[in-house]
């Protein structure tokens, strides 16, 4: 069965900061790899996606993701915090294959930026 | 500007009393989703539509029912029998069940007891 598990369920920077917030999945087929952010009160947006080709993931507000299957993991990292990413953030993994397109989310990290 | 509507933004039940929850969505996406969100618990999938007049059921279907007559209509009814229904309610759409596609979300519901 697949599952994903964020690393730290709150995460605390400095502005300015490096951001780091982990996720680890386990899936027996080559998986589909998602981050989401939620700001309070409003629905998921979409970070970045990774499906195949470059491990190397980049998507908006500067953030980017690494998938490393040696590792299964697919972190989160942003090379310097702004106070406007305060937010929480999801980690979902999807079969790699299929006609699923189920979603399996980890529990979340809420990360705050300290001014 | 395309997206999805949900409505509406706060609600309430009593007790012993069915309530539903709205979602529509203009991204002309054949695949809808329902999920219930928890503190801490991230995100957990009530129901799921891949076409019109089909839907399945999610992880935690007990206590909900949906139904999908339009294609960019999925609505969501909390029964009486769902006994812990507080929480925040968000539907999702994306183009097709297939896995690489990204779901887009609506803002979402939050639903309290009175």
């Known amino acids: 069965a697949q599952s994903v598990t964020q690393l730290g369920s709150h995460v605390s920077v400095s502005e300015g900061a490096l951001v780091l917030l982990r996720c680890n999945y386990s899936?027996?087929?080559?998986?589909?790899l998602f981050w989401y952010v939620q700001y309070p009160n409003q629905g998921l947006q979409l970070l970045l996606k990774?499906?195949?080709?470059?491990?190397l993931v980049k998507g908006i507000n500067g953030f980017e993701a690494e998938f490393k299957k040696s590792e299964t993991s697919f972190h989160l990292t942003k090379p310097s915090a702004h106070m406007s990413d305060a937010a929480e953030y999801f980690c979902?993994?999807?079969?790699?294959?299929?006609?699923?397109?189920?979603?399996?989310f980890g529990q979340g990290t809420t990360l705050q930026v300290k001014p | 500007d395309g997206g999805i509507t949900q409505s509406p933004k706060y609600l309430f039940r009593k007790e012993g009393q069915n309530v539903t929850l709205s979602c529509e969505q203009n991204l002309n996406h054949d695949a809808m989703y329902w999920y219930r969100q928890d503190p801490g618990q991230g995100l957990r999938l009530i129901y799921y539509?891949?076409?019109?007049?089909?839907?399945q059921k999610g992880d935690i279907a007990e206590g909900y029912s949906v139904s999908r007559e339009k294609k960019e209509s999925f609505p969501l009814t909390v029964t009486s029998a769902q006994k812990n229904p507080t929480a925040f309610y968000l539907c999702?759409?994306?183009?097709?069940?297939?896995?690489?596609?990204?779901?887009?979300f609506g803002d979402g519901t939050r639903l309290s007891i009175l």
């Open positions: 899936s027996s087929v080559p998986p589909y």
């Open positions: 999702a759409s994306s183009l097709n069940l297939y896995s690489n596609q990204p779901q887009h």
């Open positions: 979902a993994v999807v079969h790699g294959s299929g006609n699923t397109g189920k979603l399996i």
């Open positions: 990774y499906t195949t080709g470059a491990t």
């Open positions: 539509s891949q076409i019109v007049n089909d839907f």
